[in-house]
């Protein structure tokens, strides 16, 4: 075990026992709408991705508010769209609300009689599959590794300190140092320059403990984490020493 993973297991950043299961975490509205989607059919081919589904279903650590949905399949994504524009779909829970509609992305908004609501995201993802997907009885989750390549992807589109929330969990998990982390984020951005996540790992050193997360660690391990992280992938920028 090289020296970056050691330190992520000496901080304990990773439950002893993750999903996929319910951790009860979200608000219930958002999970209630989760069971009532995939209650509609079997959607094996698409399925829960994004935040909500790493801190439902997988790791407890925060508290996530929207719903993303993932297919790579094209009449899935039609039938999951037809479904949705379904003003009622949803019965008691509240009237959907189509915000956007392209080709590839969908965004609708869940409105309970409450007024409260809930961002429902429906998206073709890239047909590259790192790992088989999850279930949790009828939910049909994303996996870990595919999670972590999306997240190490949103490095270079978006500064968000959620993202390093996840990563922070994701990559000890899943035993990957820096280097290991940047190859598989390459699996589906091919835009992560190691260059670019280096300057964009400064973000989080800056930002302070954010309210949504709620589990029972110390921000500055973040902060330290990403402190190291950052200067393994400066490590792995250097060209080689000449003979």
């Not at 279930?135 to 978006?158: E, F, T, Y």
Request: with cysteine.
């Amino acid at each position: 075990m090289c020296g970056f993973a050691r330190l992520c297991k000496e901080h304990g950043k990773v439950p002893s026992t993750i999903g996929p299961r319910k951790h009860g975490v979200v608000p219930s509205s958002v999970i209630a709408s989760i069971d009532r989607f995939f209650a509609l059919r079997d959607w094996a081919g698409l399925w829960l991705t994004g935040g909500t589904c790493l801190a439902e279903f997988y790791f407890g650590h925060r508290v996530s508010l929207d719903i993303d949905l993932f297919t790579a399949d094209e009449e899935l994504l039609q039938a999951a769209r037809f479904s949705l524009q379904q003003p009622r779909v949803f019965g008691e829970l509240g009237e959907v609300e189509t915000m956007r509609v392209t080709p590839f992305f969908c965004q609708f908004l869940l409105r309970s009689p409450a007024g409260d609501t809930v961002k429902i995201d429906l998206s073709r993802d890239l047909p590259i599959k790192i790992s088989n997907k999850a279930r949790c009885g009828q939910i049909w989750l994303d996996s870990l590794p595919d999670l972590a390549s999306n997240k190490m992807g949103c490095l270079v589109h978006r500064e968000e300190v959620k993202d390093y929330v996840d990563l922070y969990y994701l990559l000890p998990h899943l035993g990957l140092d820096a280097e290991a982390a940047i190859r598989l984020g390459l699996e589906k951005e091919a835009g992560l320059d190691p260059l670019i996540v280096a300057a964009q790992l400064q973000f989080i050193q800056g930002h302070p403990r954010p309210d949504f997360l709620i589990a029972d660690i110390a921000w500055d391990d973040v902060q330290e984490y990403f402190r190291r992280f950052r200067e393994e992938v400066l490590r792995i920028m250097q060209p080689p020493e000449k003979l």
